[in-house]
């Protein structure tokens, strides 16, 4: 539970930073703070990941810190805790605008198809917040309007600090070892990557779930909610194409 003192804390900063120009482009309803501390920032090597919850961003990070030699990684870290640490927040980017931003770094992401993001946000964080809650009471409650109170079920497009045209690469966790390659050896030179480094351990096997979950219309009133993330990232609309 959040103190008084640290929630206006986080509202004054959040205040501050809207004003920063590299956020022109932030959702209005989405904490400035939290999209800027997502960021990894590497001046050495000119690359910016924006790091979106529920899509493999730790097994993301913790590779690119394994082929990143500045970086010290520990093995015990599937986290990603200290890897994140190495790198800088968004605003310690050197640029002052988002058209400097994109000109001056190699800016990626991984996305995730909505339908499995959002059900594993509901195995993860939703029931975690209420037991009891449905698959479909969950969905419920985000068409009533708290779909931006929790940046694990927030749309994808939302989470990011630019345009998704704005984007050099984007990454999908589907192909995540693919995808993971082409920004290793972007990054680090062509034959660098090997392979991915500490999947999660806490995966909640969404993928194989979908068909048990969504039920009675579910998967249109989910596709209504995210039909940015759906358009943006190219998924298929249908669930049997998942």
């Not at 929630?7 to 309803?29: D, F, T």
Request: a positive charge.
């Amino acid at each position: 539970m959040i103190d008084p003192l640290q929630k206006l804390r986080i509202h004054l900063r959040n205040r501050r930073l809207r004003r920063h120009p590299l956020a022109a482009e932030c959702h209005p309803q989405i904490s400035v703070g939290f999209v800027f501390a997502r960021a990894l920032v590497s001046e050495s090597h000119r690359f910016c990941y924006f790091r979106l919850p529920k899509c493999a961003n730790s097994t993301v990070v913790n590779t690119l810190a394994w082929y990143d030699p500045e970086v010290e990684t520990r093995p015990d870290d599937g986290a990603a805790r200290a890897a994140k640490r190495s790198y800088g927040r968004l605003d310690a980017a050197r640029a002052a605008t988002l058209d400097e931003l994109q000109q001056r770094y190699f800016l990626f992401t991984f996305v995730r198809n909505p339908y499995t993001r959002l059900l594993s946000s509901y195995l993860d964080k939703g029931l975690q917040k209420d037991p009891r809650q449905s698959f479909a009471d969950f969905i419920a409650r985000l068409e009533r309007g708290g779909l931006h109170e929790n940046a694990h079920w927030a749309p994808q497009t939302a989470m990011l600090p630019v345009r998704p045209e704005r984007l050099a690469f984007i990454g999908r966790t589907e192909r995540i070892e693919e995808d993971l390659k082409t920004v290793v050896d972007r990054i680090f030179g062509q034959g660098t990557f090997q392979a991915p480094r500490n999947r999660e351990v806490n995966r909640k096997g969404a993928a194989d779930k979908l068909a048990r979950y969504y039920s009675d219309g579910l998967a249109e009133r989910v596709h209504a909610l995210y039909a940015d993330d759906f358009a943006a990232f190219d998924y298929p609309s249908q669930l049997d194409q998942v």
